[in-house]
């Protein structure tokens, strides 16, 4: 009796922790936020008719990096950006170059 008793408190050890190490690596990474929700995504062929307002660098550090595929890195990358544009009074980001080494520039645009 015993003997199953453990291997039901080991199994639901178990269990528990790879649920938590589930939930805890969905959540590498930044927020987008109330003012970053505002801001959309653009292609630079898209931006023509905007004014430009200033450029942000987006960084991942390398620790984070290191967890994340390059779909995600891109995705964080765009968060941030969004994230600061709104700072710049900025209503647009569009890549500025390619991602290099968990960095990436956008420039920021008034479009609205």
């Known amino acids: 009796m015993m003997i199953g008793h ?14 938590c190490a589930t939930a805890l690596a969905g959540c590498v990474g930044m927020k987008l936020t109330a003012e970053g929700a505002g801001v959309t995504q653009a292609n630079p062929s898209d ?4 004014t430009l307002v200033g450029k942000v660098t987006s960084n991942i550090p390398s620790k984070t ?8 890195v891109q995705e ?5 950006a ?3 544009a709104s700072g710049l009074g900025g209503d647009t980001v569009a890549p500025a170059g390619p991602v290099v080494d968990g960095a990436q520039e956008f420039n920021v645009f008034r479009c609205r």
């Open 6 to 19: 453990s291997n039901n408190r080991t199994l639901f050890r178990l269990a528990a922790f790879a649920i």
């Open 47 to 50: 931006v023509g008719a905007c």
């Open 65 to 72: 990096l290191n967890r994340l595929s390059p779909g995600k």
């Open 76 to 80: 964080q990358l765009i968060v941030l």
């Open 82 to 84: 969004r994230n600061e």
